[in-house]
C-alpha cells in the first residue's frame, strides 16, 4: 500500500470519523487499485482518466455487483480529493466520473410473531437479560442501526422527555424520539 492511501485512510479516520469497516473496505479497494496501477506500469499521480475507466472495465469482466463498483469509485474519488487538496495533484482524474446506478431492493420485515419472539427472547431471570430486552425493544420501536444502539451512553437517555441522542455514521448525532412502555391492564 502506498503512503498517499495510508495518509488518505488516516485523514478518513481522523476527520471524517469513519468506520472501522468503512476503513477496512476501502483499503482492500485502494490497495486493488495500486495493484491494478501497478501492473500498467503506472502510479497514483499519474493517472487519468481513460486509467480509471480502465480499471473499471476490469471490476465488471471480474464480476463485481454495481454496489461493489460503486464503493470502489467512492473510494476512489476521495483519495483523489484527498491528493487535490493536500497539493500533491492539480487535477482530479475522477471528478467526471459516473458511478453506475445500484438496484435498491426493498428490505424484508420480520412477521409481528417473529418479532415478538426475538424481543421477548431473553431470559429475564438472567442479570443481562433485562439490558438485552430493553435493547431489542430500543432497535424495534426506534428503528436504530444496531451500532448507534450499543454506542448509547446514560447521558444520552432522556426518558423524561422521550428521546435519546444517538450517534450515527460520521459522528452525526440526531435525537430519536422513545415513548413509556404501554401498561397491561
Do not use: W
Request: hydrophobic share 35%; proline share 5%.
Amino acid at each position: 500500500m502506498t503512503d498517499a492511501v495510508v495518509e488518505y485512510l488516516g485523514a478518513l479516520q481522523a476527520e471524517r470519523g469513519a468506520s472501522r469497516n468503512t476503513l477496512s473496505a476501502y483499503r482492500r479497494d485502494l490497495t486493488d487499485f495500486t495493484q491494478f496501477l501497478d501492473a500498467q506500469h503506472r502510479s497514483l499521480r499519474r493517472v487519468g482518466p481513460d486509467d480509471i475507466v480502465g480499471y473499471l472495465e476490469r471490476l465488471r469482466t471480474r464480476g463485481l455487483r454495481p454496489a461493489s463498483v460503486a464503493r470502489r469509485i467512492s473510494a476512489l474519488r476521495g483519495l483523489y480529493k484527498h491528493l487535490v487538496r493536500e497539493g500533491e495533484l492539480r487535477r482530479d482524474p475522477t471528478e467526471n466520473l459516473e458511478a453506475p446506478r445500484r438496484a435498491r431492493s426493498l428490505p424484508r420485515t420480520l412477521s409481528r410473531e417473529v418479532v415478538a419472539a426475538l424481543v421477548e427472547s431473553p431470559d429475564l431471570t438472567e442479570p443481562r437479560g433485562g439490558r438485552d430486552r430493553a435493547l431489542l425493544e430500543l432497535l424495534y420501536a426506534t428503528g436504530m442501526r444496531a451500532s448507534e444502539c450499543l454506542g448509547l451512553t446514560l447521558d444520552d437517555v432522556n426518558l423524561s422527555a422521550g428521546y435519546v441522542v444517538c450517534t450515527g455514521k460520521g459522528r452525526k448525532q440526531r435525537l430519536v424520539p422513545v415513548g413509556a412502555k404501554p401498561r397491561s391492564g
